[in-house]
């Protein structure tokens, strides 16, 4: 039986990691999370007026069903939505603007951009249907030890050649036009990852995905996903740094000792097994591995910083061509890539606990705006997108892969019992992706502890999964 087992991090890999593993290796299995920072990592709260809201990680996609489990099981409920319409600025003018009434808008995009919207949604539709074939496999058992395997299988090389390259080129070979590239996919890719559109085209899709199906928010913040999965796991968290691993070896087995610095001074603890979820990468983590031979290579990779913006005041509608803000129709304000606009995005968000009395507040009253940047924003830009404010909180942190820096894929199996959860936003990040990611190491753990190969990086699964039905 498996004995104590480590996770590393405790954002939404490592809470949904420790619960899978405690599903599939029973609850008798120890489990140790270590996290320096808060529960929840990248999703967390800032606080305005009294009210909290997402500072980032805020929409989750309909088909997450890895989330919806989640939320399901831990008796969550999902935000009420409080409708709200978008458009696409282009630093003179709004090259798409969003109506009330749905049939125009896609009238609209036709009229712009013809045939390019339809081949957009048939693109990401084939992925969508490909991609939601792991749920089946992972509720049959079968797990795959790299990332490679796991994208072959569910839709063959094509799949692997979508993390090489850019979503820009994949779009094009379908017929979509240059034009509907710049304005549109352009915009979303800046709204999501805050990057161009030379992302490649498996996290492009994923990202486009949620830019056009219905999405969703966890009632009072999506971090309670993350601690209540460790409630439920009954995971021991400790507070502390891990600062690296190191390798021993008891009576033929493997033995992981993990390092780890707290406000209490240096410890270490010895494991049967660990999860790292936090990105191994010199300018997120200072991890050292010793006495692996071969030794656990340095994964050269970047990140990409991302500034988000908490402002509480009085937007400037007149910067975007609305003298009068009675009049502004917006909630959420996407930006193409324009070499003088020194903002990603700006949305009027809603708090993480919605009231049934909650209301928008009208385009005059000063409001909550989210402002995605790379770099912080000066006064003189604050200036221009709002005419006064009461606050700004500004977090600035390493939030998703610098893509264009990747060139292979991180590996999932570090050592016979040690594995890497983080290595899948280098395919696409986001939380149900991360979800998928855990269960996967999850299973994986769970087949090569009990040796059933069988379950482990399986040819042609479509077919045995409906024979096995």
Not at 252 to 278: C, I, N, P
Request: charged share 15%; net charge neutral.
């Amino acid at each position: 039986p498996l004995s104590p087992a480590a996770v590393v991090g405790a954002g939404l890999g490592g809470s949904a990691a420790a619960y899978f593993l405690q599903q599939h290796f029973g609850p008798q299995v120890q489990l140790d999370v270590y996290e320096a920072g808060g529960v929840g990592g990248r999703l967390a709260t800032v606080t305005v007026n009294k009210q909290q809201y997402e500072s980032r990680g805020a929409s989750i996609h309909a088909l997450s069903l890895h989330m919806q489990d989640f939320v399901k099981i831990l008796g969550l409920k999902h935000r009420r939505e409080v409708a709200g319409k978008s458009a696409i600025f282009s630093g003179e003018h709004f090259v798409l603007e969003e109506t009330d009434w749905y049939l125009l808008n896609l009238f609209r995009l036709w009229w712009h951009y013809g045939i390019s919207f339809l081949r957009l949604q048939m693109w990401v539709e084939e992925v969508m249907e490909k991609f939601m074939r792991i749920y089946k496999y992972q509720a049959h058992g079968y797990a795959f030890s790299s990332l490679e395997e796991l994208l072959r299988s569910l839709g063959g090389e094509a799949f692997v050649n979508m993390t090489q390259r850019s979503v820009a080129e994949s779009l094009l070979e379908v017929g979509v036009t240059q034009r509907f590239v710049d304005d549109v996919i352009a915009a979303v890719l800046r709204s999501s990852y805050g990057q161009s559109v030379l992302v490649p085209a498996f996290a492009g899709a994923m990202s486009l995905a949620g830019a056009q199906g219905s999405t969703w928010a966890v009632e009072g913040g999506n971090k309670l996903v993350c601690s209540g999965l460790l409630k439920l796991t009954k995971a021991n968290v400790i507070s502390a740094r891990v600062t690296g691993i190191s390798l021993h070896s008891s009576e033929g087995r493997s033995l992981y000792q993990v390092h780890y610095e707290s406000t209490e001074g240096q410890g270490s603890a010895f494991y049967d097994m660990v999860v790292v979820t936090t990105p191994l990468h010199p300018s997120r983590s200072n991890f050292t591995f010793e006495n692996f031979d071969p030794p656990i290579a340095d994964f050269p990779a970047a990140f990409q910083p991302s500034v988000t913006s908490v402002v509480h005041g009085y937007l400037n509608s007149s910067y975007f061509g609305f003298p009068d803000p009675k009049l502004f129709p917006f909630t959420s304000i996407l930006t193409t890539d324009t070499p003088d606009l020194f903002f990603h995005a700006m949305d009027n968000i809603c708090p993480v606990n919605i009231s049934a009395a909650f209301r928008r507040k009208q385009p005059q009253e000063a409001a909550v705006w989210r402002v995605l940047s790379q770099q912080p924003l000066d006064k003189h830009q604050l200036k221009t997108l709002f005419r006064s404010y009461y606050s700004v909180q500004v977090s600035e942190w390493q939030a998703y892969p610098r893509y264009d820096a990747a060139k292979a894929l991180p590996p999932v199996v570090l050592h016979e019992n040690l594995f890497y959860l983080s290595g899948v936003e280098w395919v696409a990040s986001s939380m149900e992706m991360i979800a998928v990611a855990a269960k996967n190491v999850a299973l994986l753990a769970y087949n090569r502890w009990h040796q059933e190969l069988e379950k482990i990086d399986q040819k042609d699964l479509m077919h045995k999964v409906k024979t096995e039905l």
